[in-house]
Each structure stands twice: as structure tokens, then as C-alpha cells.
T-cell receptor, first 112, second 112 residues
Framework: GQNIDQPTEMTATEGAIVQINCTYQ??????LFWYQQHAGEAPTFLSY????GLEEKGRFSSFLSRSKGYSYLLLKELQMKDSASYLC?????????????FGKGTRLSVIA | DTEVTQTPKHLVMGMTNKKSLKCEQH?????MYWYKQKAKKPPELMFV???????INESVPSRFSPECPNSSLLNLHLHALQPEDSALYLC???????????FGEGSWLTVV
């Protein structure tokens, strides 16, 4: 079975830092993805982690611990446009073709 | 070019109509996907094609019929849909070894 958990909603202040956590339990593991989705739009790829550690990309960083089944997405210097849903997704097939299983998403509201 | 193009962007159809959603990518990806997303829910996998062959069908009703005419195109044929099928239908593609999945902008479907 597959289970991906992330908080439903978060609120943070413009200019601040926010960390969105994701825990997963899957039968296999071939990487963890973070997507950003603005209301009414398609998900946009943010990051991919397959090895333990931190991946940094501009204001966004993503961390993975495979032994703990845990990841987080770190957003720095928050901007109003960062208000969106953030989807944690796991690819659980180690043998190639890897459709994603999504968590329910975290709705982030950035306030002034 | 990292685009997945979907048409139409919006579709309203009656329960007796037959319509199709179309998806196109020119990234050389040989895996293509259909996801369905209801409001405030994560995307749910419907179908996966690998090398133009259907590899995964997540128990989707037969009123949804996918087709992959070539490596760049993916269609979703719709017939005798129900109002509860109204949703955002997302097409995506990736390399078969699966790292990053790219989503199209989606087709908003309303069944009346």
C-alpha cells in the first residue's frame, strides 16, 4: 500500500521561511517529487530527490531521508505569489515507468 | 521545449455526447499519463502508456478510452460520461525511466 501525508494548510508571512513536511510509506521507492499548483492550474515541477540529503534550487530546497520516509520542502524569502498548493509525490516503482502517487497537498497562504 | 500541450482547455459535454481530449509532447518522452483531478484533491492516476502501449489502467470505467497513436500523442476518448466525471484532466509525460514528470495545463471538463 501507499500512504503519503502532508499538512493540509499552512500560513506564513511574506519574507519569512516555511517548511512543508511530507512523510511516506510505499512498497517501493524511486524518488520523491515536489510540485507547486496554483488554483486552476496544472502542477509545476519544483524538485526531485532520490538520494538522502538536501537539494537546493534558488529560494526552494528539498530534503529527503529515505530511512525515515520523510521529506520537506523549504521555501525562503516568501513572496505573495508562493501562495499555492504544494504536492508531495512519490514514485514507487524501481524498475522504470514510474507514475506518481500524490499526497493530498498543502495549501500555503502567504500573508503580508 | 518542456511543454505538454493539451486541447481543448475547456469542454462542456452532455451525457450522451462523444468527445476527445488531446495531448501532445515533443520532448522525446516515451511514457505518457492521464490524471484526473477534482477540486481541492490531488491528481489521481488513470492510465499510463509506455512505448505507446497501455501499461497501467487504474480501474478506470470504460466510458474513458485512452489511445496513443504515436510517441508524441495521447488521446482520451469520452463517451456516456456522468456529471461526477467533471474534473480537470491532466496529461503528463516523462522518460520511461521515470525521473521528472511534466504536466500539461489540463483540460477542464464539465458534464451536464
Amino acid at each position: 500500500g501507499q500512504n503519503i501525508d502532508q499538512p493540509t494548510e499552512m500560513t506564513a508571512t511574506e519574507g519569512a521561511i516555511v517548511q512543508i513536511n511530507c512523510t511516506y510509506q510505499t512498497s517501493g521507492f524511486n524518488g520523491l517529487f515536489w510540485y507547486q499548483q496554483h488554483a486552476g492550474e496544472a502542477p509545476t515541477f519544483l524538485s526531485y530527490n532520490v538520494l538522502d540529503g538536501l537539494e537546493e534550487k534558488g529560494r526552494f530546497s528539498s530534503f529527503l531521508s529515505r530511512s525515515k520516509g520523510y521529506s520537506y520542502l523549504l521555501l525562503k524569502e516568501l513572496q505573495m505569489k508562493d501562495s499555492a498548493s504544494y504536492l508531495c509525490a512519490v514514485s514507487d516503482n524501481p524498475f522504470g515507468n514510474t507514475p506518481l502517487v500524490f499526497g493530498k497537498g498543502t495549501r500555503l497562504s502567504v500573508i503580508a | 521545449d518542456t511543454e505538454v500541450t493539451q486541447t481543448p482547455k475547456h469542454l462542456v459535454m452532455g451525457m450522451t455526447n462523444k468527445k476527445s481530449l488531446k495531448c501532445e509532447q515533443h520532448m522525446g518522452h516515451r511514457a505518457m499519463y492521464w490524471y484526473k483531478q477534482k477540486a481541492k484533491k490531488p491528481p489521481e492516476l488513470m492510465f499510463v502508456y509506455s512505448y505507446e502501449k497501455l501499461s497501467i489502467n487504474e480501474s478506470v470505467p470504460s466510458r474513458f478510452s485512452p489511445e496513443c497513436p504515436n510517441s508524441s500523442l495521447l488521446n482520451l476518448h469520452l463517451h456516456a460520461l456522468q456529471p461526477e466525471d467533471s474534473a480537470l484532466y491532466l496529461c503528463a509525460s516523462s522518460q520511461v525511466d521515470g525521473n521528472t514528470i511534466y504536466f500539461g495545463e489540463g483540460s477542464w471538463l464539465t458534464v451536464v
